[in-house]
C-alpha cells in the first residue's frame, strides 16, 4: 500500500467531485480524501502515482505531488489520535482563557429593596 499527497486548487463542491471522479478512475485506489482548506489531496492503495498526476495535470495544472510513500495503517492512526488530543487540548485552554477574560473583576453585590406596608393605611415606606 502506497500514499500519495497532492496539492490542487480545488474551489467549490463541483470542483472536488471532478477531481475525485478523475482519480477514482484509476486503478488500485482505496482511499481518496480531499482538504479543500488546505488545498490537498491524499490517495491511498495499489497505484501508479504517475497515471494519476498526468490525469491530474490534464485538467488541473496547479497540481503538484507533495509526498509519496509506503502507507502504515497503524501509523496513520497514532498521528490521527495525537492530532485529535492535541486539538481538544487546544480548544479546552482557548475555552479557559476566554472564561478567563470574561471573569468578573470585583464580586458583585446584590443590593436588596424592602418593602414595608403602613397599617394605618398612610402609604408604604420603601427602604
Known amino acids: 500500500m502506497k500514499k500519495m499527497v497532492v496539492t ?3 474551489y467549490d463542491e463541483g470542483s472536488r467531485e471532478k477531481v475525485m471522479r478523475t482519480v477514482a478512475s484509476c ?6 480524501t480531499i482538504d479543500p482548506m488546505e488545498g490537498k ?5 495499489k497505484l501508479d502515482e504517475m497515471q494519476i498526476l498526468k490525469k491530474l495535470k490534464r485538467r488541473w495544472h496547479s497540481a ?8 502504515d495503517a497503524k501509523k ?27 471573569r468578573p473583576i470585583c464580586p458583585i453585590h446584590h443590593h436588596h429593596s424592602t418593602i ?4 394605618d ?5 420603601i427602604s
Do not use: N, Q
Request: net charge negative.
Open 8 to 10: 490542487i486548487c480545488v
Open 27 to 32: 486503478s488500485g485506489i482505496t482511499a481518496i
Open 41 to 45: 489531496l491524499t490517495v491511498i492503495g
Open 64 to 71: 503538484k505531488m507533495v509526498s509519496f510513500g509506503p502507507f
Open 76 to 102: 496513520e492512526a497514532e498521528a490521527a489520535a495525537a492530532a485529535e488530543k492535541k486539538k481538544k487540548e487546544e480548544s479546552e485552554r482557548e475555552r479557559e482563557r476566554m472564561e478567563a477574560l470574561y
Open 116 to 119: 414595608v406596608y403602613d397599617h
Open 121 to 125: 393605611h398612610h402609604g408604604c415606606i
